[in-house]
Every structure is written in structure tokens, then in C-alpha cells.
């Protein structure tokens, strides 16, 4: 038990986790797990529901706690030992699973379980079950269910080496601007550039593709010769255009290889295409009307777009003198063209989001609208950066716990970017001692630090980043499901994921909820409400356009996973695309698709357009709130616990199109999104 990975302490010991502990860790926890799949699938084993779960699934869930606790440091903390650690036993993880998943003697036993023996939950995880055994292989023989196996084994490393690819290539470019170059970018963006540099012993302002860097500098930087070295590497990254010694970072070869393999699995399946497979466990029906509804969002969001095309154009013209815009000079119109109009620009607005006033302004609204306390706790953590807190709720005999959750905010060396939600714990009735587990949750977001003392600063777009990413979490941890299998998260279309997550978002364009959560860094004054105002009307700048990125990326995967045909190169599939969807052009040396980890290393395989369809299901379920709010611009406190108990606390205990409905009372529409959005056609 010296080994914290089996410890089987109540938190993951992070503090005493180091890269030797994983395999004997991993190795020892597979022995058990396989032992227990012997046990439940013995012909005098019983054929019930708790009898399994009290051997395998408990022995099971002690993998899924190691394995997950493994993946999630090397996401965040990747060191050379601990990848090495990790990609050595990343294989024989991946065999255990799909010998798992494809073992005929426990699909038997499953399927030999008498559903009258189940309550409502257990059905739902038994339909579930005997559903991913087929889509897992149980049923292929001989030659057929032997190549299915070594296409999991092979596809799971070859997402590995993208998602490490993609973080190499990043973390490898730096490019040393002088003060001269840096002119017209925030001062707390190159403060910890210099701070940067000066770790180094190197002279200048160290600038990178993470995004706190990245993104200012494309939107500030009034140098164009800066802008264009920054924009070409971050679109070129991990690619065979990124030129010299990055190329060895190229992901072309492992985009191939993970797409022929994803067909030829679909097809030993059953399957046409990969999307096919994929759509089976989602709410969309097929990619025909996937593909669909991508382009009728498209057409109406079009008009919407080229104006705003033509708007930029124009500005860049006339006030900035860029007769022909060049691809990296487009952030930096948008950003002056935004201050024009609006008056505002996105650093002065960021001076009021100090990143602990952010925190507990969303603490506060998810405490009023769900009834819920939240508060810091203790446990071991793997950053000094990490926080760690406990939901709480009221109970007839004092506050019980209802989870807790990690967060952890700062982008750093050997971190990935982006931000995500996992669930590290799972509430679950266990049935090995009718003991009521409750959920963990890790909230990963990738902000600028504070810099001089002061405490981080957060633009709005990284406030709602904030709130999306805490309701993944509110998903995860508010869960009353007792079934593991389909608690929180576990169990819900991937497409209808987005929902909790996207509806939180929309609490950032509340005044009665900014006007808590700000407080200028310097003189602790509240966000004006005249420049709330601002922000309100520059809501949907640009929504057109951003509206046809997100199409462009969701019906580029559709096709990719549908008509395309691996061996080829994908870019003039993207070029199609593109031209049929973009408003603006993209340079021909332009690779998006290969740091796309959401695609390639995620779990948006075919299914990228979930953003946009649980997108409707999120604004109209906001649209609600709209409907009850209160005369003082509170939100009705019915409403929050109707979405909680309907949504939330549902998980994945039946279709999220039942859920939608016991919480709207009726189907979706499109029209609460198109609204938002400014985007609604003319009555």
C-alpha cells in the first residue's frame, strides 16, 4: 500500500504520485480487475445485476480511478518521465478495455439478467450495457473480433501522439520580441513576457502560442510583421508547414491513420461510415440530418456574417488604412473596430475580472439558483495553483456533502491548453458496502496568472469560459443518480452534453450577476453599469461570423467521418468546406485540423457539431429564466431547482430529450438561439 495509485484513499494522494508508482500500480489493479472478470463470468456465477457490480464493478472502478488519475497528470502536469510511464502502459490499458467490453461470456451474462429484477436506474444502465457490448465488439468472431482489438490498441496511441504533438509544437516555438514590437499589447501581457525571458537569462519578451500570449498580441499588437510571425506559427502548428525542425511534430501521417482506422472499426461493426457508429448513443438521428441541420444553421447565419465581413473591410480601409487585410490582421481590425463602435475594448473591460472575484461571483449565483453552499476544502493537490472545494446542501441533520472539485485555472509549461471538465469520481450506491460515494469533479481552465502581486486578471470570454466549464461540473456533481453507470455525466448523449454548460454561460450577460462578481484591480470599483451597457450591445458583434467558425469545424468532422475516403489528404476536404461555409479565406499554408484535439485526441469524433445542436437546447432552456425572472432581474428560484432536478440531477437516467422536456414542458426551438444571437429572421 506504499504506492499512492493504491492507496484507496477517499482523494488521490497528488503529493505523493510520481511516474514509477503508474505501472506497477496499473499492472496490480489489472490482475484484480481480470480476476473479477473471471469470477462474474463463471458459469455458477448469478445473473444479477448487484451480484456483478459487487465483484467486477468494484474492481473495475479501482482501475478507472488509478487510470484516470494518470491521464489527468498527464494532461496537466506531463513531465518526459510520467509520458513515458504513461505511453508505456497506455496499451495494455487499452486491451484490458476492449477485452472488456468484448468479452462474449459477460455480454451472456448480461444479457441473461432479468430486467423485472431492476429498478428504473439499473434498466437504464443494463439497456446501456447490452447496447456498447455490440458497439464494443462482443458479437464479431474469430479474425474480425482479433483486428477490432488491435484497432483500439493502435488508435489509442496514435490519439496519444497527436495530443502530445500538439502540445510539443506549442511549447517548442518562443519568439523574443523587443519593448518596440510589443507596442499597443496589454502591460500585464508583457510583464509576463519579460518575467518569461528573464526566467531564461534571455533578453526581450518571451512569446508563445498559449493563448493568454497568443490571443493579445493577434488582437493588440500594433506591429503587423509581429502579428503575422505569431499567427502563421499557431495556424501551422504540429504540421508539415510549420517549416525547419518543428515539422517533426507533423500530425498529417497520424490524422490518416486515425481515420482509416475509425472507418475500418465502423465496418467490421456493421457501419457505413464512422459517424454512422457514432450517432448510434446521441440524440441526432443520422449524419444525413446532422448535416442538415449544420447547413440550414449556416444559411440563416450567412447574412449575418458577410456583413459583418463587409463592415470589417470597410473600417480597415477607411480608419486603418489596410486596403487588402492580411488573415493575421483580422483579430486586430475586429478589436478596433469593436472599440470604435462600442466604445470599450477587451483590456479595459478585463481590469474589473480579477480572477477571486470571478470565482466567488459564480459561487454565488450557482448557490442562489441550485441551493447549494460551496466552500474550499483540503485535500492533496499536483499544482500549487490548485484550489479545492466541497458542494454542500442542507439536511435534516446539518450540511451534507454533495461533492467536490478541483479547479485549477493557470496555463503553464507541461500543461495542455484549452480548458475541460472530467469526473474523477462518480456517485455511486457501491454495492460492496451500501456506502453512498459521492462525486469529485476536475475543473482545468488555462488563464494568464497574475503578474506584480496582483491577482490574475480574466477577459470576459475567460469568464465564461469559467461558467461553461462549471457547468460540466454541476452536471458531474450534482447528480442525485445512485447508478454509477449513469450518474452525472456517465450515460448522456454527447450531443446534448454541452447543455449545463452552455447554459451557464448566458449568466455572464446578467447585470444583477456581474455587478457581484467585479472589481477593478486598482481601485476596487464595480463594473460601471454604463460600460455593462457596452458590453450588452457588443454581445453579438460578429455573431455571424462566429456562428459559420463553429459550422465550418462541425460539417468539416461530419465529412470527415462520412464521405471522405482516409487515404487522402484532408485539406481539400477543408478547402470544400471552407469555400462553401467561410466568409473570410484562409491562407492555403493554414493546418487547424492538426492541433484539433477535440477530433483527433477527444471525444468529438464525429460529433463536433454538439456544440451547436445542444447550443438550441441551452438557450431555450435559458429562455425560461428569461420568461420567470423576477421585476428586481433575479432569477426565479423555481425555475433553477426545476433545472436542477430535471437536468442535473437526471444525469444520464434517461434520454436528454425526456429531461429537456420535463424541464421546457415541450420539445426544443431554434428560435431562443437565434434571438440570442441576433440572428432572429424578421417576423
Known amino acids: 500500500m506504499s504506492n499512492p495509485f493504491l492507496a484507496g484513499a477517499d482523494l ?233 525542425d518543428a515539422t517533426r511534430f507533423d500530425n498529417s501521417t497520424n490524422i490518416r491513420s486515425i481515420l482509416a482506422l475509425r472507418l475500418e472499426e465502423a465496418q467490421l461493426l456493421g457501419y457505413a461510415h464512422f459517424a454512422d457508429l457514432t450517432l448510434v448513443t446521441e440524440m441526432a438521428p443520422s449524419p444525413a440530418e446532422v448535416i442538415t441541420f449544420l447547413r440550414d444553421l449556416a444559411r440563416r447565419a450567412r447574412p449575418h456574417a458577410e456583413k459583418d465581413v463587409a463592415d470589417l473591410r470597410a473600417f480597415a480601409v477607411q480608419e486603418l488604412g489596410l486596403a487588402d487585410p492580411q488573415p493575421w490582421d483580422w483579430r486586430y481590425v475586429t478589436e478596433k473596430l469593436k472599440q470604435a463602435r462600442y466604445a470599450f475594448s477587451e483590456q479595459e473591460v478585463k481590469q474589473y475580472f480579477p480572477a477571486p472575484k470571478v470565482l466567488a461571483g459564480l459561487f454565488k449565483i450557482v448557490e442562489s439558483l441550485f441551493e447549494v453552499s460551496i466552500r474550499r476544502d483540503v485535500a492533496p493537490i499536483w499544482n500549487p495553483s490548485v484550489a479545492f472545494y466541497r458542494i454542500e446542501r442542507a439536511g435534516a441533520n446539518g450540511p451534507e456533502l454533495v461533492g467536490q472539485f478541483y479547479l485549477d485555472q493557470p496555463a503553464r509549461q507541461g500543461k495542455r491548453d484549452g480548458a475541460w471538465m472530467d469526473g474523477t469520481r462518480t456517485r455511486w450506491l457501491r454495492p460492496d458496502n451500501h456506502q453512498l460515494q459521492t462525486p469529485v469533479a476536475h475543473l482545468v481552465c488555462n488563464f494568464a496568472d497574475g503578474v506584480d502581486g496582483k491577482p490574475a486578471l480574466l477577459t470576459h470570454h475567460d469568464v465564461i469560459t469559467l461558467f461553461h466549464e462549471a457547468g460540466h461540473g454541476l452536471h458531474h456533481l450534482l447528480t ?165 432536478t430535471e437536468i442535473l440531477e437526471a444525469g444520464g437516467s434517461r434520454p436528454a430529450m425526456e429531461s429537456f422536456k420535463a424541464f421546457r414542458g415541450r420539445a426544443p426551438s431554434l428560435d431562443a438561439l437565434l434571438r440570442h444571437q441576433g440572428m432572429a429572421e424578421p417576423a
Not at 40 to 68: C, H, K, N, Q, Y
Not at 524 to 540: C, I, Q, S, V
Request: proline letters at 5%; one cysteine or more; aromatic letters at 10%.
Open 480 to 644: 442525485q443518480v445512485n447508478e454509477h453507470r449513469i450518474s452525472g455525466i456517465r450515460g448522456v448523449e454527447w450531443d446534448a452534453v454541452e447543455l449545463p454548460s452552455q447554459f451557464m454561460e448566458n449568466f455572464c450577460w446578467e447585470w444583477s450577476v456581474l455587478e457581484h462578481m467585479t472589481a477593478h484591480v486598482d481601485t476596487g470599483e464595480p463594473l460601471p453599469r454604463a460600460l455593462f451597457d457596452k458590453m450588452t450591445a457588443a454581445k453579438n458583434f460578429q455573431s455571424g461570423m462566429s456562428t459559420l467558425d463553429q459550422i465550418e469545424y462541425g460539417l468539416f468532422d461530419m465529412l470527415l467521418h462520412t464521405t471522405h475516403q482516409p487515404e487522402n489528404d484532408i485539406m481539400p476536404l477543408l478547402a470544400q468546406v471552407r469555400a462553401e461555409v467561410a466568409v473570410l479565406p484562409a491562407p492555403p499554408y493554414s493546418r487547424p485540423a492538426h492541433t484539433l484535439s477535440h477530433i483527433f485526441a477527444g471525444g468529438h469524433a464525429a460529433g463536433y457539431y454538439g456544440y451547436k445542436w445542444a447550443e438550441v437546447l441551452s438557450a431555450d432552456a435559458y429562455a425560461a429564466f428569461e420568461e420567470t425572472q423576477l421585476p428586481d432581474g433575479s432569477n426565479c428560484r423555481e425555475t433553477g431547482r426545476r433545472f436542477r
Open 12 to 244: 488521490p494522494p497528488f503529493d505523493r504520485m510520481q511516474p514509477e508508482h503508474v505501472l506497477p500500480a496499473i499492472h496490480q489493479l489489472m490482475e484484480q480487475a481480470s480476476l473479477a472478470l473471471e469470477t462474474v463470468t463463471a458459469a455458477e456465477f448469478p445473473a444479477r445485476w448487484e451480484a456483478i457490480a459487487g465483484v467486477l464493478d468494484v474492481a473495475v472502478d479501482r482501475l478507472v480511478s488509478a487510470w484516470g488519475t494518470v491521464s489527468h497528470l498527464n494532461r496537466v502536469a506531463d513531465t518526459p518521465a510520467l509520458r513515458a510511464a504513461y505511453n508505456e502502459a497506455l496499451p495494455k490499458v487499452t486491451g484490458f478495455w476492449t477485452r472488456l467490453g468484448a468479452d462474449q461470456r459477460l455480454y451472456a451474462k448480461y444479457k441473461a439478467i432479468d430486467p423485472s429484477t431492476l429498478n428504473t436506474e439499473q434498466c437504464r444502465a443494463w439497456d446501456n450495457a447490452v447496447r456498447n457490448f455490440v458497439l464494443s465488439g462482443a458479437e464479431l468472431q474469430g479474425e474480425a473480433k482479433l483486428r477490432f482489438a488491435q484497432i483500439q490498441q493502435r488508435s489509442s496511441e496514435l490519439s496519444q501522439k497527436f495530443s502530445e504533438n500538439a502540445l510539443d509544437a506549442t511549447e517548442a516555438f518562443a519568439y523574443y520580441a523587443t519593448a518596440e514590437e510589443l507596442e499597443g499589447v496589454p502591460a500585464d501581457v508583457q510583464q509576463a513576457a519579460r518575467a518569461a525571458a528573464e526566467a531564461e537569462g534571455q533578453a526581450g519578451y518571451k512569446l508563445t502560442l498559449k493563448m493568454p500570449c497568443c490571443l493579445p498580441v493577434l488582437q493588440f499588437a500594433r506591429n503587423s510583421g509581429l502579428r503575422e510571425t505569431l499567427y502563421k506559427a499557431y495556424v501551422t502548428c504540429a504540421s508539415d508547414q510549420a517549416g525547419g
